[in-house]
């Protein structure tokens, strides 16, 4: 089921680049006129939102069909879902369960398959607990 065509995500992503950037403007001006330096990061962080925005609207798994995915695999209750902004193409990172039942989920933008399932709690490689 797709909620939203290709066309409706470019429109959100735009705008919530748009939005959070004008946010980050005038975070900015708030500190300059506190006597705070900028630090000159602007156009990184725009830069940054703008490659968000491109990976956003080229997955084609959303984040309430990336919820329901790491739901139905993992049987938890799903608290967090986010783009991953460090992988190289789209994916969502679906925090479920809670305590010492919290894992981290994640789901390729693409496909919708679980690349991944990690243990918050990681003592392994491969994110599973061990079991001495």
Known sequence: MKSMTTKNKLIA??????????????GIANAESLGMKGGGNDQS?????????????????TASDAARIAAEHTGLKVAEV????EAATPAWEVSVGSGADEREV?????????????????DDEDGEQDDD
């Open 13 to 26: 992503a735009v705008l919530s680049v748009a939005a959070l950037g004008g946010l980050g403007a005038a």
């Open 45 to 61: 962080e725009a830069q940054e939102d703008a490659a968000e925005a491109r990976m956003l609207s080229s997955a084609t798994i």
């Open 82 to 85: 986010e783009l991953d902004d």
């Open 106 to 122: 994640k789901i390729d933008g693409k496909t919708g398959k679980v690349l991944s399932v990690q243990a918050d709690d990681e």
